[in-house]
């Protein structure tokens, strides 16, 4: 019996929008002749590519999940093998949680392209209901059987990459069942484990981001479908790996926008690395052009985290603080360190931000839209605590850098949603930097170089505990007048020690101070030292005690 006979007996092409199953299209004759009715019933179709099962599994075919409203609410399972979708009704739905053992009622296979349907079947058909697309992804197998033979044992492993589904599952057949067509389905325990799990969470459609009465109104669908393979992107480009690609780099502006046009990233602060996958072995080259890949040994399993055999992935090493934020100073430590000992590489541990897939398993995406190649990477790498996939705002740039401020970030990157990967500085990627502020303590003054100057600069301390630690001086941001003011506020403070718990260096002669003063002062970032990098002075703060200065304080305006 042929693969898909039980599905095609059950149907009625004439009658149903379903795919039929044909073996291939005929050029001039029309396959399935929708009846009236139905046309009306169908949706403004989303130009998707036909699934596709590759032969040697090894880099993930592909999965669907439908969500089914007919007679009763379920869920079917599908994994394409060997040419069909091979399908469970699975009545409460999978689930992430190890504890929810979902039972799975083997049904008849499916033709690959069924993985697509999305819309009603209508009244009097087998399965009349609406079917959602609810997940779709790539999954791996598990374990060293083929699909088939493990199908044949009644226990298949695999390990999921979806929009909801992720993470290693096991279906398992019922010895007990009286049909032969009962299995389970049980989420292992691993990262992607989730015990709180509750389907009714995610009801939308991982096609069109409808919910299944969004899509039986038969409203249009609120997003463009995703491309799940490289061969679906669009103008990607069929080709070798390209041996070396320099880095596309960003211009700088001064004020953020929001635009449709545009996508808004979080800026990490760390070592930028274009990550090339070949053959199961990372390289990590820098913006110099150095492969870095040696001294990070936590990023070495890259590889098997990405759904892809061959790859070059855009992204930024960061090092994490405790509020997760790219700090570069912790960053510095590694930075230089050609073999990190285990211990530093436990101390201070890496991440890598992935934002860019420039070429995967045979295509060269560079000329593809840059959100297109974002969606791809999104699914292809399964996010970890040390691969994460830097994701994105769409078009809503004030409102991303605000949220960045707020939480006290260094910055977003702007990029043009339909740019291609450029080998340059270019104007479709544009940083937007969020200049700190700090609330300093006055602990003294230098003399001017020129007697023309009342000081040269002012020295800065922050205190931690009782001891007020040097963070540097600021010479710049001063008019006349505030020179005058500051001047005399300075000579009425005068002290003969030396209010920091060491002297700091400075090029001209130091006068120390009574710490009462605090002064606000803009500055870019923090240097190696701790100390203020460009600090630029903006006012004093009569409101403010000099004994709230301390380290922390810093905030993002
Ligand atoms: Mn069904």
């Known amino acids: 019996m042929g693969k898909l006979e039980e599905y095609k007996r059950k149907r009625r092409f004439d009658r149903t929008p379903e795919p039929s199953g044909a073996p291939e299209p005929v050029a001039g004759k029309v396959q399935d002749k929708p009846s009236p009715s139905a046309k009306r019933t169908r949706l403004p179709k989303p130009k998707l590519p036909q699934l596709e099962v590759r032969p040697g599994a090894e880099h993930g075919d592909t999965f669907v999940v439908q969500k089914h409203r007919a007679t009763r609410l379920h869920y079917d399972f599908r994994l394409a093998i060997d040419g069909t979708l091979k399908s469970w009704a699975v009545p409460k739905g999978p689930s992430q949680s190890h504890a929810d053992k979902r039972l799975a009622v083997m049904t008849e296979d499916h033709p690959l392209d069924y993985g ?34 493990q199908l044949e044992k009644g226990e298949i492993k695999f390990s999921l990459n979806g929009e909801k589904l992720w993470g290693s599952f096991v279906l398992v057949k019922l010895k007990q069942s009286e049909k032969g067509n009962e299995w389970l389905m049980i989420k292992h325990k691993d990262a992607a484990e989730d015990s709180s799990w509750n389907i009714d969470e995610h009801d939308r459609s991982a096609l069109t981001g409808r919910t299944i009465e969004e899509i039986k109104e038969e409203l249009p669908p609120k997003r463009q479908p995703i491309p799940i393979q490289a061969a679906e992107v669009q103008s990607a480009r069929k080709g070798p790996m390209p041996s070396r690609v320099e880095p596309m780099l960003a211009t700088l502006a001064d004020r953020p926008f929001s635009d449709p046009h545009w996508l808004f990233e979080i800026k990490w ?38 759904a892809a055999r061959e790859a070059i992935l855009d992204g930024e090493i960061v090092a994490l603080d405790a509020q997760g934020h790219s700090n570069f100073e912790r960053l510095q430590e590694r930075m230089h360190v050609r073999a990190p000992s285990e211990n530093l590489v436990a101390q201070i541990p890496v991440v890598y931000f992935a934002f860019d897939l420039l070429y995967c398993d045979g295509y060269d995406l560079r000329e593809a839209p840059l ?15 040390r691969f994460r996939y830097a994701d994105h705002q769409l078009e809503q740039g004030k409102e991303l850098f605000a949220l960045a401020e707020q939480n006290g970030l260094e910055g977003i ?84 020690t030396c209010p920091f718990d060491a002297v700091p260096e400075t090029n001209e002669k130091p006068w120390w101070v009574s710490p009462t003063l605090v002064a606000r002062v803009k500055f870019s970032g923090w240097t190696e030292e701790h100390s203020l990098r460009h600090p630029v002075f903006l006012a004093l703060r009569e409101d403010a005690r000099s004994t709230d200065c301390a380290n922390g304080c810093a905030s993002a305006t």
Do not use: C
């Open 116 to 149: 697509n349907f999305e819309g009603k079947i209508p009244e009097g058909n087998y399965g009349a209901g609406t079917v959602m697309v609810w997940d779709r992804g790539t999954f791996h197998l598990e374990g060293n059987l083929d699909a088939l033979k």
């Open 269 to 306: 602060d760390g070592v930028r690395a274009l990550a090339r996958i070949e053959n199961g072995a990372l390289t990590l080259r820098s913006r110099n052009g150095v492969d870095i890949a040696q001294r990070y040994p936590e990023l070495a399993s890259l590889p098997e985290t990405l």
């Open 371 to 385: 959100l297109e190649r974002k969606q791809l990477l999104e699914r292809l790498l399964f996010t970890t605590e």
């Open 413 to 496: 990157v702007a990029k043009r949603a339909d740019s291609p990967y450029v080998s340059d500085r270019s104007p479709h990627w544009v940083k937007l930097k969020i200049t700190m502020t700090v609330d300093a303590v006055v602990g003294g003054w230098t003399e001017a170089r020129t007697s023309a100057l009342p000081f040269g600069s002012m020295l800065l301390g922050l205190y931690h505990g009782k001891t007020l630690r040097f963070i540097g001086h600021v010479g710049s941001g001063f008019d006349a007048k505030k020179l005058k003011e500051l001047s005399s506020r300075l000579k009425e403070l005068s002290a003969s």
